[in-house]
């Protein structure tokens, strides 16, 4: 029975064959020898199969060499060197997953590619090194139920889901409290809003009315929920429960995404191999 590194190299030759690439397996060179070598012209590609321990610094080190003779180096790691904090741009490592049927390649479970298409992708430049991670032009609104506190009323706010790069990262957005600037309070997103509710899907919503209102307990005045009926303040102190409830699967009544065309930057400089799909990358 073959070894999960020799059926990995096995599946990346053929791969690199698949797309033209002339290639062999223990291909050496001066002073490094690559599980799989290919090469189309002056592109060449060195592709390792690490199974065993090795160390970042170990990895760089071979990875100078091929980066010395003008090759790409790609490292497949059964488990990746402990050290590594984050993603770096001369030393694409990648994680192998071998499944019952089929081996895979995960991108820091960001994406999970057949080991073909990774190939492919990788030599065919799908695959590339971002220094910012940026979410994709879409929100999710999430309605909640809140039950006015001063007249029983029932009302619908809503908030923000994370949002989603294209290579499948969740960003996060934190916001102040008792503040007036958060995203959901932008007059694109009411808007996209109060056109959901008046739809055949949103028109069961009766939606909180958004606006500033003056808070005794803070001593100031800031954009708010409140209650359509007697206008009752919704304090952020709530409604950031409401939120946190709802993260567990509780109060939520619907929920709905909508794509952006208006500027939304949630630019993170968050460096990292990016494998974007169908979508442009994160820079």
Not at 60 to 69: C, L, N, V
Not at 232 to 257: P, R
Request: one cysteine or more.
């Amino acid at each position: 029975m073959k070894t999960l590194h020799e059926k990995t190299q096995e599946r990346i030759l053929e791969a690199c064959k698949a797309i033209g690439l002339q290639a062999e397996m223990e291909y050496r060179g001066k002073g490094w020898r690559a599980d799989v070598f290919a090469s189309n012209g002056n592109s060449k590609y060195a592709f390792e199969v690490q199974l065993s321990p090795q160390t970042l610094k170990r990895t760089q080190e071979r990875q100078e060499k091929y980066i010395r003779d003008g090759i790409v180096g790609c490292w497949l790691f059964e488990n990746e060197p402990a050290r590594q904090r984050h993603e770096l741009e001369g030393l694409p490592i990648f994680k192998l997953e071998d499944s019952v049927d089929d081996i895979f390649v995960s991108l820091k479970g960001r994406k999970r590619l057949h080991i073909d298409t990774f190939i492919k992708d990788f030599v065919g430049g799908r695959i590339k090194f971002c220094k910012t991670l940026n979410a994709l032009p879409q929100i999710t609104i999430v309605f909640l139920e809140h039950r006015c506190w001063k007249c029983g009323a029932i009302n619908h706010i809503f908030y923000l889901a994370p949002f989603h790069s294209a290579c499948n990262t969740e960003i996060t957005h934190n916001e102040s409290m008792w503040t007036s600037n958060k995203y959901s309070f932008r007059p694109e997103i009411l808007k996209m809003v109060k056109e959901y509710a008046t739809t055949d899907m949103g028109r069961h919503l009766n939606l909180a009315i958004v606006k500033e209102r003056y808070s005794k307990t803070m001593g100031k005045s800031y954009m708010s929920f409140g209650c359509n009926q007697c206008d009752s303040i919704f304090g952020d102190f709530y409604i950031k429960e409401c939120i946190l409830d709802a993260y567990e699967g509780f109060g939520i009544v619907d929920e709905h995404t909508f794509n952006v065309d208006f500027e939304l930057d949630l630019r993170q400089n968050i460096p990292h191999w990016c494998h974007p799909g169908e979508h442009p990358f994160c820079e």
